[in-house]
Structures are given as C-alpha cells and as structure tokens.
C-alpha cells in the first residue's frame, strides 16, 4: 500500500502548464485524493475521485484524471498562477478502508 | 464553511512529559482521525475513531497513545512519554460517516508539537 508523486520539487513560470504525477499501488476499489497545503495553511481537498468519470474537476482550475490500467492519479491545470504555490499531496484511501494513504508531496513554486 | 480546529497551534513539551492534543470536528461529523508528519517526511495515518471507539489504528499508534471524545465536541490525542521523535505536525480529521459510501476528510490546521 504506498502512493507516489513523481516530483519532489516543482519550479514553474505563471501560464505554464502543469502536471503532477501520481501512482498508486492497490489492485482494488480506490477513492483518490489530491490535497493542497498553502504556506502557513492546513491541507484543503482540491479534488476527489470516488467513481464515475475518471476525469474530475476541482477547484481553481484544477483537473485530474483516473487511470485505472495505469494506477495512477495525475493533477493537472492547463495555466498557473503565483498563488498556486504550494504543496500537492496525492492519497489514496482503499475501498472502505478508514485511513487515508498520503505521498510525500510536492511542492510546487511558481514565479511571478 | 465548517471547519477542524485544533488546540494548541504549538506545543513544546520535555521527553517523558505527557501531552493532550485537542480537536473540535466539523459538528455533525461521526468519523475522527488523527494523522502526523513529521519535518521532510509524509503525512501518516495514526487512528481513527468511531462511536466512541477506535476504528482503527497504524502500528505507530502504540500503547503511548491514546484517543478520547471527552464530551460532545472535543476529540483529543494523548501521548503519555513523550519521546523526541514525537516531534511532529499532528493532524486531526473528521469525516461523516456514510454507510458504503465513500467520504472525504476535512484536515485541521495542525499543532505542531516539539519534543525537547
């Protein structure tokens, strides 16, 4: 049971694209999480798959996708802002399993 | 927009001395966990609680730890002797409880606890 994230550290431009990838491994029913971290702030959902679409919309932008032949989570959002500047964590929670799984995150820096 | 509080926002405590940690959950919400992340490392699961009783636990929650819902807001993480590697963000997390449904968790801000 183990979740990774790609990158550790993430230096971006403002309107750079971003991707931020996730794996997961757990053969079974998965919900799947991304959690943001601003400076100074405690962890926020900014969003979830539980079933259905397995592209998810969340907040401020952000979009990730689901695939399943691949166990993997990836975040996305097509134009950065400063102000998304943070840290990303990936999670995973199996089935009706109470714990949340989290990856070590990334931390993501955009330059103005 | 309800939110986790938690209590204090930093405690500096000595090794061996016990430390209580407090939460108050979003109102209406019947799951609480605790998790903690300790400096460079990921956040980890440690308990979670159910109708008065632990649901269940990581091998880190030993018997130096132990969870309480003391009346009908609070939820509090008690470490007995306390070690240096305690030395954590502990957060606190409450979900509803959904039958065979899948739910998310709304985190706290944190307590940073240092173990000196």
């Known amino acids: 049971q183990s979740v990774s994230q790609h990158n550790h550290h993430v230096i971006l431009s403002e309107a750079a694209s971003l991707e931020l990838g996730c794996n997961y491994s757990?053969?079974?029913?998965?919900?799947l999480f991304w959690y943001v971290q601003y400076p100074g702030q405690h962890l926020q959902l900014l969003l979830k798959y539980f079933s259905g679409d397995p592209l998810v919309k969340g907040i401020k932008g952000f979009e990730a996708e689901f695939i399943k032949s691949k166990f993997s989570f990836n975040l996305r959002k097509p134009s950065v802002q400063w102000s998304d500047t943070a840290e990303y964590f990936c999670a995973v929670n199996e089935g009706r399993d109470d714990k949340i799984i989290f990856g070590k995150g990334t931390r993501l820096h955009i330059l103005p | 927009e309800p939110e986790v509080t938690q209590t204090p926002s930093h405690q500096v405590t000595q090794m061996g001395q016990e430390v209580i940690l407090r939460c108050v959950p979003i109102s209406n919400h019947l799951y609480f966990y605790w998790y903690r992340q300790i400096l460079g490392q990921k956040v980890e699961f440690l308990v979670s609680?159910?109708?008065?009783?632990?649901?269940?636990k990581s091998e880190i929650f030993d018997d130096q730890f132990s969870v309480e819902r003391p009346d009908g807001s609070n939820f509090t993480l008690k470490i007995r002797s306390t070690k240096l590697e305690d030395s954590a963000m502990y957060f606190c997390?409450?979900?509803?409880?959904?039958?065979?449904?899948?739910?998310?968790?709304?985190f706290g801000p944190g307590t940073r606890l240092t173990v000196t």
């Open positions: 997390a409450s979900s509803e409880a959904l039958p065979g449904q899948a739910y998310e968790q709304y």
């Open positions: 609680f159910y109708n008065n009783e632990i649901s269940e």
């Open positions: 757990y053969g079974g029913t998965v919900n």
